[in-house]
């Protein structure tokens, strides 16, 4: 593969990281844009060391963000529920994390919500942050969780009542991986931890290659195997067509592309890896509730998808017509785009796109492969060393195979206490997470109908009573370990 191919096919899989991932998702990610809710918070910044495993006598520091209601607050002791910030800017977190909003009243909580190092504005370097390996260096998941460490020690310190605060911390994609690595590393900062669709099992070796995209073709294929089965059929169906330059021209007005197919633009691998991406997107959305993510979503907006598809072996042309209808779901369902752009990178202006390349390029590496068999995309076999010469190439650095299992455990984490680990088995990252109980106290629930990190998000009326339930272990949860906190302190 040439270097231009394998850096973009980087691209595609941090975007899924990204997206999470988001989103997310998070996006998530990994996060989900929403209507605003109106949550009320005031923004405030704490000073952080640039580097926390240093002990030079010039030590750096820099403005990270945090956001913080009191509303709830009795200043006797109550828990600080802290939001462990993602892969974007914080205010995509604080819109989409309705469950934390909506329990705090209940337990007289301080909600905190803290922006990771070098997303959002909590730019160590400002514009510059990425410029150079030196300066990017410091992005790590390891130095975001002691910002968290500090930040919670800095607000016990300067908020009457909350000297002996238990502290709760959750987060969903990304921010749950770190809710769960915060409690495995410092374990006596934190009372407790909600980890939710947290993929702490990504990493290289882990798991088959395959299981994210195995995941989301499974979700289609839920709705109707022809639905998959005409996704897998168009991958050729869109090679025999732009085999010619009138195909191309056929291709790009009948699907009202922004700037047409050429073989100078690299239009139809565009193409393709955009459409692997909306697939991956609409799994973790595949929400019971029309929702908004970059673009405004029907509920179940992959059965609404699929309505389309009913015949996958259309000829060609046939094929992609419908392919075309059902993939406005995505990104026209409401009739309002005036074309279709296929540069991914326009749609997420509010996640650290730079700041995820980065860290997948150096801490967060996981062998994501494809057989077009076992599931319905192009088939791409992972390749480490041209990974990393992408990497390099990119940023400086050469990701590691081994970080994330060194730094935390890997699956080797049965002394790990007190942390509720969520999974839809409807999202792609659920086989790449915590699905079973790990130990007495690190515990798992799994929602069998429910996509990325739903139950973090507000109360719907449509949500599946699986996550409703889950919702209540949680509170149970909660309850349990700050009673805990409270007896180990008096």
Known sequence: MVAKDMLCKRRIVAMWYQKVFSFIFFIYASFYFSETVG?????????????????????????????????????????????????????LFIENTGFMWEVAPDFD??????EHRYYGKSLPFGNESFASPDKAG?????????????????????????????????????????????????????AGAIASSAPIWQFIGMNPCNTFAKTVTSDFTRESPECSNS??????????????????????????????????????????????????DLAMMNFPYAAKFHHALPAYPI?????????????????????????SVYFNYTGDAECLNL???????????????????????????????DDMFVPYKFDFQGYSDSCYNQWG???????????????DISTASNIVFTNGLLDPWSGLGVLENVSETAVAFVMPDTP?????RASNPADPASVRQVRQHLRHYMSRWIAEHKAASS
């Not at 990270?64 to 209601?69: G, S």
């Not at 016990?156 to 959750?170: F, L």
């Not at 732009?242 to 690299?266: P, V, Y």
Request: glycine residues 8%; charged residues 20%; hydrophobic residues 40%.
């Open 39 to 91: 949550y009320e918070y005031e923004m405030k910044t704490f000073n952080v060391l640039l580097d926390h495993f240093s002990f030079a006598l010039q030590q750096d520091t820099f403005p990270l963000r945090y956001a913080i209601n009191d509303s709830y607050w009795k200043g006797n002791g109550g828990p600080i529920f802290f939001y462990t910030g993602n892969e974007g800017m914080i205010e």
């Open 109 to 114: 909580a301080l909600i905190v919500f803290a």
């Open 138 to 190: 410091y992005l790590t998941s390891l130095q975001a969780i002691a910002d968290f460490v500090d930040l919670i020690e800095f607000l016990k310190s300067n908020i009457r009542g909350a000297e002996k605060s238990p502290v709760i911390a959750m987060g969903g994609s990304y921010g749950g991986m770190l809710s769960a690595w915060f409690k495995i590393k410092y374990p006596h900062v934190i």
């Open 231 to 280: 996704i897998r059929h168009s991958w050729k169906a869109i090679d025999n067509v732009t085999a010619t330059d009138e195909g191309k021209k056929w291709l790009s007005a009948s699907w009202r592309l922004c700037e047409n197919i050429t073989d100078d633009n690299g239009g139809v691998y565009s193409l393709k890896n955009w459409l692997s991406e909306i697939y991956s």
């Open 303 to 327: 059965k609404v998808l699929c309505s389309y598809l009913n015949d996958s072996i259309l000829p060609d042309r046939q094929l992609l017509e419908s392919m075309f209808r059902a993939v």
């Open 343 to 373: 540069d991914s990178s326009a749609l997420y202006p509010d996640l650290g796109t730079d700041g995820w390349d980065y860290q997948t390029c150096t801490e967060v590496v996981q062998d994501m492969c494809q057989d077009g068999v």
């Open 397 to 411: 650095v050469r990701p590691s195979r081994t970080e994330g299992i060194t730094l935390y455990g890997g699956r």
């Open 452 to 456: 990325h990190h739903l139950d973090l």
